[in-house]
């Protein structure tokens, strides 16, 4: 016991260092696919996707039948998306950084089923996973 109280600012410190570093962790990021996932569910048209790259990125190649909206546009596009609210909706971009907040977007503005595709595209192309232009 006597150790605990000579010890007390260590103790709080590691503490709190050891919680700043389990804080990206615990932080709720959204709902997120796989690329497995999205495959399943693209393939038995359970989903649209939403590209939010900018329309050069889009270009450069984009999953089949997906719909390009830029990040910075989807407030002001989510009129485009209200036919597919029953339908699971599938945010893509680069990395899956710029699609994490358009799911929390897509979530806020009541789509049920919004998600992020977990590495974006480019873990789509890692997967080796076709892109069409």
């Not at 570093?21 to 709720?28: A, E, F």
């Amino acid at each position: 016991m006597k150790f605990l109280l000579d010890n007390i600012w260590l103790i709080g410190i590691a503490l709190l260092s050891g919680g700043a570093l389990m804080w990206p962790n615990l932080q709720r990021r959204g709902a997120k696919v796989s690329t497995l996932q999205a495959t399943q569910l693209l393939n038995q048209g359970k989903a649209v996707v939403v590209d939010v790259r900018e329309p050069a990125e889009f270009s450069a190649g984009h999953l089949r039948d997906a719909k390009n909206i830029p990040a910075g546009e989807l407030s002001n596009r989510l009129g485009e998306l209200d036919k597919f609210k029953s339908k699971a909706v599938i945010a893509v971009c680069q990395s899956g950084t710029r699609s994490a907040k358009a799911a929390a977007q897509l979530k806020n503005a009541g789509f049920n089923e919004a998600f992020s595709l977990d590495g974006g595209v480019a873990a789509w192309q890692a997967q080796g996973l076709p892109l069409t232009k």
